[in-house]
C-alpha cells in the first residue's frame, strides 16, 4: 500500500497490484450492498450510504490514477505487449477499457447524472404512483440529456446510443441489435396470434395452493443442489427483489422471494438467480484480481439465467425428474398431477402490460419495444413527450393490448429514472444467446432429455462452464457465442425453440 | 474525494473529511468482519483476506498522510484551538492521539509485527493441542521483543508496559493498576476461600435441562428488547464465539450462542454482548464520523457488559422479573423453580482452571495473574523460559489450584500470541468501574430493586446513557468514571459488592 510507482518493479506487476486493489474494493462494495438488502437493520440505512460512498469514491480515485493510463500505454507497445503471456494481454485489454470509460466523463458530468437521476427516480416513484407522466418529463428529458453527453464523451462509430449500450454489451452496436430484434418481433408478433387462437389456456391451479414457505425454500435448495450450485462458495437468502451477487466465485449470494400462494415465485427465481450464481463459481478464480475473471456482459448472464430458468426449469424432462421430490414434500397440494400439467401450469402465455410478469414468449416484444423507443429518444428522433403515446401503440401492435394508464404502461419500469438506457436489449440478447447455446449443447448432447429427466444436470454445468464461465473477460460476447456454439448471434435459434415448445403446449 | 488539499476550504473542514474517509472504511471493514463470522460460506475466505488487507491498508494509508498531521498542527495552535466548538477540540484531540500511534511505528516494524504474530497463532494452535511450551516460546519471546520496541517508539513516562496499556485504556498507567488490582487481589483470595470454607454448592440441575435452541433465541431477544436495545438499530444471529461489532450507532450487531442442554450459555452471551451493544447504540450518532462518536477504552466497554450480564442479569431483582417469561416459554424445565434457585445456579463459584469459564468472583484472579505476568515479561524482570512455572505457582497461591498441564494453564489464551499485550487488564478495570457505576446507580435510585423486579430496565438504560454513551471519546476513562459517580476509580466498591452478594449466596 506504500506508493508502488517508487519501488523497482516491472510495469506489469505493478499494474497487477493496482487492479488488484480496485477490485478488492468493488468486492468489498459488494459484501456491504448485499448486506443492505438482506440483513441490514432499517436505521442502518444512514452510515451505509456514507460507508458506500466513500468506497465508490475511493474505487474511482484509485482505479482513474494517470499512473494506470501510463502503465497502459507502455505495456501496450507491440514489444512489451507481445512479450506478455495471453492472460496478461487479456488484463491489459480489459483494463484500457475500463479504464477509458471511467476516465473519459468529466467529474462535472459523473456529478450531474447522479444528481440527475437520484431526482429522477424519486419523481419517478411519484409520477408511477399517481400515473402522472407529465411529472416525470421533465427529469427524464434532463436525463437522455446528460446521457447524450455521456455517448458524446465515450464516442461511437455509428449512432451515439452505440456508446451505451457498449456499457452492457461490449461491442454490440445497435445496427445488429435492429437487425436481430426486427426478425425476432415479427416472428414473435406471429406466434403470440396463433397462441390466442387457439383459445386455448393451461390451468395454473396445481400451482396457486398453499405451499408452506419453509419448505417451499428447501425445495429451492434442492434444486439448486442439484443444478451444481456450491453452497460452500454461496448461500441463498431472502430479500424483496430477487438478486445475485459475488464476491469472488468462491463467494456467491442469491436470494428469492417466496409466494405462499404460488409455488411458482419461489422456484424460478432461485433457478434465474441460480443460472447467474453457476455463472459465478464458475469464473477463473485466479483470474479474479486481474479483473479478467469477471463476467463478460449483461447479455451473457442472462443466458445462464434464462437457459436455466426457462429452457431447463420449464422443460418437461426437469418436471419429470423434480416432480417425485415435490411430490415428497408436499404430497397433499401434487396430488395426481403429471410433469406435463406442470410444464403447462408454468407456460401460460398471456397478453400481459407489464415486462417483470411477462413469460417467455411475450417477455421479448417489452423488451424490444423499450429498445426501439430508447434508442430513438437518444437519436433525437423522438422527444420525451411523445413516449405515451408511442409506447401504447406500440403495445397494441405487437402484445395486442393498450395499457389503461401510464403506470401500467411506459412508467412501469425504473430503467430510464436510474439513467439505465442502453440496459433493456440486454434482457432479450441473454434469450438469443440462451437459444443459442441451448440448441448446440442438444446437438452434441442428443440424450440430453432422457438425462435431464434421470437429474444429470451436470451435464449442462460441465458444458457452460467449458464454453462460457472459464473464460471470464477474455473473449467479446459476440466472440464468446461464436466460440461457444460455431456461429455469430442469430435470432432464429430463439425462433425456432419458442415456436416448437409452445406449438406442443398449445397443441399447433 | 478529488485532492480536498487544494480546495479552498477551511482546515477544520479539511479534516472533517479526512477523519470521516477513514471512519468510514473503518465502518465497512468492521461490515465485511460480521459477515465473515456470521453468514460467509466456507470458501468466501479466500477473497475475504484480500478485501480486508486492501480495506486495513488503504485505511492505514490515508490515516497516516503527512496531510492529516499538517492540519492537526494549525488547528492545535492556541488561537485556532480555542476558536473550536467543544465537539471540534474533542476531535482535534482524539485524532492527535490516534494519528501520534499510526504514525510513531515504523513500517517495518508494524509488518514485523504482522509477521510473528500470524506465526505465533499458529505456533500456539499447535503447542496448546500438544500442551508443549517449548514451541511456543520462541514466537511468543520474538513478539515481545517487538512488543518492547513498539513500546519504544510509542514513548511512556514510567515504564514501556504503560505504552501498550494505553492502547487499549487511554491514560491508565501500570502503577495505578498495580495498586487497584493489589488490594482487589488480597481481598478476592480471602473471599474465595470464606466460599470454599462454607462446604456449600448452589444447585444447577434447573439450568441443565434441554432447552429448545429456537426458544432459548427467543428468551433472549425479549430479555434484549426489555434491556432497551432497538432492534431497528441492530440484530443478533449466532457465532461460535459471541462478539458485539458497530456499524455506527444506528446498526450494532451481536453474536450468541446456544447449548440445548446449558440455559446459561445463551442468557448471559446475549446480555453480556446486549451490553457492549448499548453502549454502542448510545454513542453520539452525530459525532460518528469525527471519531469521537466512538466508544473510548476497552474496560469502558467491559464495564457496560458486566454491569447488565452480572450487576443485573445474575441478580435477583432480575430473577424476579425473568421468571414468569422464562416459565411461559420453558413450563416443564421451570417447574416449580424460585428465582432464588436460579440465582444460586448462575452465581456458582468454582476454583477452575479457565479463565472463560471463571465465575464473577474468580476471574479477576485469573486477569491478575496474566497482569502481573506480562507488565513483568515486557520490563524484562522475569523470562519467557519462567512463564510456565510462575503460572502454576501464581495459579495455586490465588485460585488454590494447579493446571496439571500447560494447556490448561499458560498456553489457555491466544492474547499473547496474538500481540495482545496490555489488553487482558481492561477485562478487570471493567468489573471495577461497573461496581463503581453500580454503586452509584444504587445511590440515586433508592428502589433500584423493586424497579428491576418490576422490569423497569429503562432506569438503568438511561442512566448509563447520560452518564456513559454519549460521551463518546470526549473524556478519558478514569476520567468519564470520575464525572459519573464523583470518584476517581476505586477496588472497593467491587471488593464490597462481591462480598455482600456472595455472603447472601453462600451464607455467611
Partial sequence: MKDISMMNILPIEELHTRVAEVVDLSQASAVLGWDQETMMPKKGARFRATQQATLQGLLHERFTQPRIGRLLSILEEPTSFNALSPTDQAMIKTT??????????????????????????????????????EQFAPYLRRIVDLKRQEAACIGYKDVPYDALLDEYEPGATTAQLAELFTHLRSETVTLLRRIASTGRQPDRSVLEQEYDPAKQLAFTELVL????????????????????????????????????????????????????????????VDLVRTGVGASVSLGIHESQSRLWENFIGRSLPFWQFVLPRLREIFPVQTGTA??????GAVNRVDRSLIRVEADEVTYNLHIILRFEIERRLIGGEIDVDDLPALWNQRSQEYLGITPPNDRLGVLQD?????????????????????????????REVPDLDERLAAGDFQIVLSWLRERIHQHGRIYQPAELIERATGEKPRPDYLIKYLNEKYGKIYGF
Fill in 225 to 284: 443442489r442439484q443444478m451444481g450450485f456450491d453452497f460452500e462458495a454461496g448461500r441463498q437468502d431472502l430479500s424483496t427483489h430477487p438478486f445475485t451477487t459475488s464476491f469472488g466465485p468462491t463467494d456467491v449470494r442469491i436470494t428469492t422471494r417466496v409466494d405462499d400462494h404460488d409455488l411458482q415465485v419461489a422456484l424460478y427465481a432461485s433457478i434465474h438467480e441460480g443460472g447467474h450464481a453457476l455463472y459465478d463459481q464458475g469464473l477463473p
Fill in 338 to 343: 403429471t410433469p406435463e400439467m406442470f410444464v
Fill in 414 to 442: 425504473t430503467h430510464w429514472a436510474s439513467g439505465l438506457i442502453g440496459y433493456f436489449p440486454t434482457y432479450s440478447l441473454g434469450n438469443l444467446y440462451a437459444a443459442q447455446l441451448w440448441a448446440t449443447l442438444r
Fill in 96 to 133: 484500457r477499457r475500463d479504464y477509458d470509460r471511467a476516465t473519459k466523463l468529466p467529474a462535472s458530468l459523473v456529478r450531474d447524472l447522479a444528481m440527475a437521476t437520484t431526482e429522477g427516480v424519486e419523481a419517478w416513484r411519484i409520477a408511477r404512483r399517481e400515473s402522472r407522466w
